[in-house]
């Protein structure tokens, strides 16, 4: 089955600063790639996808790269804001029963 | 998501008790899934369903059963609940016609002693 590893598990940024999760995953089936975002108390939510017939998708300050041949792709947050402080979760998933698997996760923290 | 709810929102057991966690949605949605969340292992799929007469495992359904009463309800039981299941859990839905976007309940943090 898919595998989706993510890192850093952790990342401190001060305010203003850019963050870049990673994630790379080994089902070459795989074609979508959702980012979640899940704040403290709540349950995950969607900010942004891409799909394996574009490269870059790009939602204000929220963007994401996906390289098909090395199978991973990158969430870019910039300009980060404490409100960007949460949990971050890709995933990845195939065919058309929309079975996602996920990442570990990775705690942002923004300083101001 | 207001859409989706869970209940409880909380919940303490002891090992061996049967529970049952609930969702409901009313979104319209035909899919539901239910996760679990460990801190370091992200989110597991449990169970899933994609209509009411389909029910599929996930990859750590062992201890765990599940019931989908009615399209917009879909129950998660522990059979007999031991300390490794406390865990935060949660439903989510998603339809199978438009986006493949997964909204999310709000959890169900679980503890068992």
């Known amino acids: 089955g898919e595998n989706v590893e993510q890192h850093p598990s952790t990342l401190s940024v001060q305010e203003g600063d850019s963050a870049v999760i990673k994630c790379t995953y080994s089902?070459?089936?795989?074609?979508?790639f959702p980012w979640y975002k899940q704040e403290l108390g709540k349950g995950p939510q969607l900010i942004i996808d891409i799909r394996s017939n574009v490269g870059e998708k790009k939602d204000q300050r929220i963007a994401v790269t996906l390289n098909k041949t090395a199978k991973h792709f990158s969430l870019h947050i910039t300009e980060t804001q404490p409100e960007d402080s949460a949990v971050y979760f890709c995933?990845?998933?195939?065919?058309?029963?929309?079975?996602?698997?996920f990442g570990i996760g990775t705690k942002l923290q923004v300083i101001p | 998501d207001a859409d989706v709810t869970q209940t409880p929102r909380n919940r303490i057991t002891k090992t061996g008790k049967r529970i049952m966690l609930e969702c409901s949605q009313t979104?319209?949605?035909?899919?539901m899934y239910w996760y679990r969340q460990d801190p370091g292992l992200g989110l597991r799929l449990i169970y899933y369903?994609?209509?009411?007469?389909?029910?599929n495992k996930g990859e750590i359904s062992d201890g765990y059963s599940v019931s989908r009463q009615a399209q917009a309800k879909f129950s998660l039981s522990l059979e007999s609940a031991i300390p490794n299941q406390t865990a935060l859990y949660f439903c989510?839905?998603?339809?199978?016609?438009?986006?493949?976007?997964?909204?999310f309940g709000p959890g169900t943090r679980l503890t068992v002693l």
């Open positions: 995933a990845a998933s195939s065919g058309g029963y929309q079975k996602v698997t």
């Open positions: 089902d070459s089936a795989s074609n979508y």
């Open positions: 369903s994609f209509d009411v007469k389909d029910i």
């Open positions: 989510a839905t998603s339809d199978s016609v438009g986006t493949d976007t997964q909204y």
């Open positions: 979104k319209g949605h035909d899919r």
